[in-house]
């Protein structure tokens, strides 16, 4: 899993700051404490080195140099995107696989190993063919026809 590097502005001080986007809060230089949920990414890259250029940039525009351009955040996300957020944070592996069963039940009403493959794909922690096996060992779905399961 790579990791994906940022460029925000403190909402406090008005500096460009580099970050880690897969973090929920940083610092800023300034003591501030940011939750990156209510600012705004205006740059990202897998690169470390392109990350120090464009914090160098963003400032330089901040200070009145060029323009910075943005990245549209998409407003709809993928729905098995979401269901992966959601059953990320939990630990208990047969609750995470149980919310991902009531979730694509949900926005199913039926699923199959491709709809499992896909958020197990997001999360990177248990294979689709072992949370059905382990989901129907504990009775937490059904098969409703060949291949189509539906959670209890």
Known sequence: MTLKYGVMVCPKCGMAKGIESNKKT????????IVM????????TDSPLELA???????ASLRGGEQLLTEKKSRKK???FRIAERAKPIK???ER???IARELTELKSGFSLEDVRKVAAMLGKDS?????ARLQEHNLIYET????YKAV
């Open 26 to 33: 940083t610092t800023c230089q300034c003591g501030r404490e």
């Open 145 to 148: 026809e060949e291949g189509t």
């Open 92 to 94: 208990d592996p047969i």
């Open 37 to 44: 949920s209510r600012v705004k990414i205006m740059f990202l």
């Open 78 to 80: 993928d729905p098995y």
């Open 53 to 59: 250029d464009s914090v160098a940039k963003a400032n």
């Open 97 to 99: 696989m149980r919310v």
């Open 128 to 132: 689709p063919e072992d949370i059905i």
